[in-house]
């Protein structure tokens, strides 16, 4: 089955390209991907672009991988997610649902990506961190430890999230702000500047700034 070449078009404004069914799943992957005997495609998965597979990785269901995105080590994509851009998948992150890994976002240690949650510029999601409903963390941001970010939330600029942070509703973290601890914000909380908020504090509006010259 490896061998049989066919013509699929990934409508990824590629056209239709040459591919093969992946020996290990049945899914389909461009002649121009890189999927390792020893990952898993499922039969409606997909792999195309430059994109790479490799350890022992899985891509579930309508899973798709393309661009120049590498999914490795025991990450597993599932549902309708889609990596692409230059991101990187790793460790034994799951992304799920319809959530979307682009640009040079990068998604590793245990940490869950899912629903319709976005990551994308340089952004690092990481250690046990989940970011789920429709929140985006993008630009160089970082959201680490046990953080729950969700809602709408959005995670932007050099922002750091850490701890057992939760950001829900329509909470906008920052520029340089750091959000750690047992932080809980919500509502339409705004953190901004070099604002840190640390420790035990509940934020349901208004906004923390502290803008330096």
């Not at 959530?99 to 990481?126: K, M, P, T, W, Y």
């Not at 509703?169 to 601890?181: F, I, P, R, T, Y």
Request: hydrophobic share 40%; charged share 20%; with cysteine.
């Amino acid at each position: 089955m490896k061998d049989e070449m066919e013509i699929y078009d990934f409508g990824d404004g590629q056209g239709s390209v040459l591919a093969r069914r992946h020996e290990n799943g049945g899914g389909l992957v461009a002649a121009t991907a890189h999927v390792e005997p020893s990952a898993f495609v499922d039969e409606f998965a997909a792999v195309f672009g430059q994109a790479v597979v490799r350890g022992v990785a899985k891509l579930l269901d309508r899973a798709r991988v393309g661009g120049h995105a590498t999914v490795e080590e025991l990450a597993t994509v599932r549902e309708q997610a889609l990596i692409e851009g230059s991101s990187h998948v790793y460790g034994s992150a799951q992304v799920s649902g319809s959530a979307r890994c682009d640009e040079f976002s990068q998604v590793g240690g245990n940490a869950r990506i899912f629903d319709q949650a976005q990551i994308s510029g340089h952004s690092l999601i990481a250690d046990n961190a989940w970011v789920y409903g429709q929140a985006q963390v993008k630009d160089y941001a970082k959201v680490r430890g046990t953080a729950r970010v969700s809602g709408s939330s959005v995670i932007t600029g050099q922002a750091v999230v850490s701890g057992y942070v939760k950001i829900d509703d329509n909470a906008l973290v920052e520029e340089n702000s750091v959000v750690a601890g047992n932080c809980s914000l919500k509502g339409n909380v705004r953190i901004t500047g070099h604002a840190e908020v640390i420790g035990f504090v509940e934020i349901d509006h208004g906004v923390v700034n502290d803008h330096r010259e």
